[in-house]
């Protein structure tokens, strides 16, 4: 799971039961930051129950909390330290500061142990020492939200629609930013289905003038079937036997204010498709072990998945009250083959990505040589853009470096090869173009069948292929094949009964064989 943008300016909730310490904090910060930026959020909670509802309900960055929050109803001391859980659990991204009337130093471990960040003693004469520890507190939120925003910006350039099709979707995701009902991407693994929804999470913010919109991804397949409602609605303190006394925030909390993307749908179980259809509906949720508490859902859920979804309700493997509800606003990302003209662009973007993490030098697909620009940018690649980002990953981390830390990538064939074998591809797969420009000697072949027989051969491979590219999906391979999805349907109804008389003669002729 990544967590993509948080706020739009630095946000701080100051907790003390005294207004005057609360008003005068405020102008300190707010005097302070004008020193790094103009955008300072400051919430001040005079109570217990007005901070937790404060951090319920917001986000952020820095929270001064006070040690002595005065007496409730019944005359007990309210203690700022018991929060700290409670607080930490609701906002997990922020920094909290302790503010003590003494140095004791058995407290402020106590704090540490707790969840604090620091902490700060309320005495007259350390103006410079507190005011020293706020700014560093503010500058580490400031440069905080700047980083995801410059990492929010470099995301932009996943999506590329150079190509007719793509230009199309991006139109829809444009209307779709518009509203904020769920959406549904379908397509091929490897096609751009996360950096679709990243477009839309972009979209929406610039619409409703968000900045730095917060994007949560989840591929759920590789979520745990026992805790999927955990993850995903987090859990009470104490909600399992042996847990920390200590509060699950969930993606849907993780997303507050923006979207989540739940990549493979189609392989969430059934309880969790209901509780998925109740959040959609209602934009409410409860945690796991929190009793009858219910939190208010202010999220757009963007969905994906590279399985047929109608043939799975017909199965009953889906939910078709959640089918439904989701497939309203449905966008299919286009193969590769329909997409040659950005291949190399999205080959430049994975080239940025992934180098990055190794080097801080630039690495573009122009250094590479011509050969290996021409079998990266091909449209049949297994795997589509996952299986480029896996080739470019071994090129980048197996190849010889040069005197200035860049690859050498002269050997790529050996390269790849070593790791597994990608190079067989070139070889043995035969694209359409090639069956037009090569030549051929079927005619002279003296095992040559015939021009329908040909045919006939040449269709059942092609449906062979479809039925083991898209084995989930008649509509893909429909789309793939070029035919009409009725036309496909008696197509490959026709070939699978083929398939299962020709796996009868052959078992017939074994036996018989064997009693002979």
């Known amino acids: 799971m990544t967590v993509q943008g948080k706020m739009q300016s630095v946000s701080v909730l100051i907790v003390d039961d005294q207004k005057y310490v609360c008003d005068t904090t405020r102008m300190i910060c707010r005097q302070l930051f004008k020193k790094i930026s ?8 005079y109570t217990k129950e007005e901070a937790l509802k404060f951090a319920n309900n917001e986000q952020f960055h820095l929270i001064l909390l006070d040690q002595d929050l005065g007496k409730d109803p019944h005359g007990k001391k309210i203690y700022g330290i018991d929060l700290i859980p409670t607080l930490r659990s609701l906002q997990t991204f922020a920094e ?3 503010l003590t009337a003494t140095n004791d130093i058995r407290s402020v471990v106590e704090a540490m142990k707790r969840g604090a960040s620091d902490y700060l003693v309320k005495v007259d004469g350390n103006t410079e020492y507190r005011n020293l520890k706020l700014t560093q507190a503010l500058n580490r939120a400031y440069r905080y939200i700047t980083r995801e925003r410059q990492l929010l910006s470099r995301k932009k350039s996943k999506f590329i629609c150079k190509s007719p099709p793509m230009r199309r979707v991006d139109t829809q995701l444009q209307a779709l930013a518009k509203v904020d009902d769920c959406v549904l991407i379908t397509g091929a693994s490897g096609l751009g289905k996360q950096a679709g929804a990243e477009r839309l999470s972009e979209l929406r913010g610039e619409f409703l003038k968000q900045v730095g919109r917060p994007f949560v991804d989840c591929n759920t397949a590789s979520l745990s079937k026992d805790l999927f409602l955990t993850e995903l609605f987090g859990a009470g303190a104490n909600a399992f036997t042996g847990a920390a006394n200590v509060a699950k925030p969930g993606l849907f909390e993780s997303a507050d204010g923006g979207d989540l993307f ?5 392989e969430i179980p059934e309880e969790v498709q209901k509780a998925l259809l109740k959040v959609i509906d209602q934009k409410i949720y409860t945690r796991v072990g929190a009793g009858e508490v219910s939190r208010k859902s202010n999220v757009r859920v963007i969905m994906a998945t590279n399985r047929d979804l109608k043939a799975m309700v017909k199965q009953g493997l889906f939910r078709h009250d959640l089918y439904m509800r989701i497939s309203a606003f449905k966008i299919e990302m286009p193969p590769l083959e329909e997409r040659k003209e950005e291949l190399s662009d999205i080959v430049n973007v ?15 697909l122009e250094e590479f040589p011509s ?4 079998y990266l940018t091909r449209d049949n690649i297994e795997g589509n853009l996952r299986g480029i980002k896996n080739d470019l990953k071994q090129l980048l981390v197996f190849s010889q470096r040069d005197s200035d830390g860049l690859p050498i990538l002269d050997g790529w064939r050996d390269t790849i090869r070593v790791q597994h074998s990608a190079t067989a591809r070139l070889n043995q797969s035969i ?3 090639h069956l037009l420009n090569l030549p051929t000697d079927m005619l002279s072949h003296p095992e040559f069948p015939g021009l329908r027989a040909t045919k006939d051969i040449l269709e059942r491979k092609l449906l062979g292929e479809a039925l083991e590219k898209y084995p989930d999906s008649l509509t893909e391979r429909a789309h793939a094949l070029k035919m009409a999805v009725p036309n496909a349907s008696t197509k490959f109804s026709e070939f699978e009964k083929e398939k299962i008389k020709t796996a009868k003669e052959g078992q017939s002729g074994k036996e018989h064989a064997q009693y002979a």
């Open 38 to 45: 103009e955008h300072l959020n400051v919430q001040c909670a």
């Open 96 to 98: 909290i500061i302790m």
């Open 262 to 266: 739940l990549d493979e749908i189609g």
């Open 350 to 364: 994975l080239i940025e990505s992934i180098w990055r993490e190794y080097s801080q030098k630039p690495l573009s």
């Open 371 to 374: 050969d290996l620009v021409e």
């Open 431 to 433: 694209t359409f173009e």
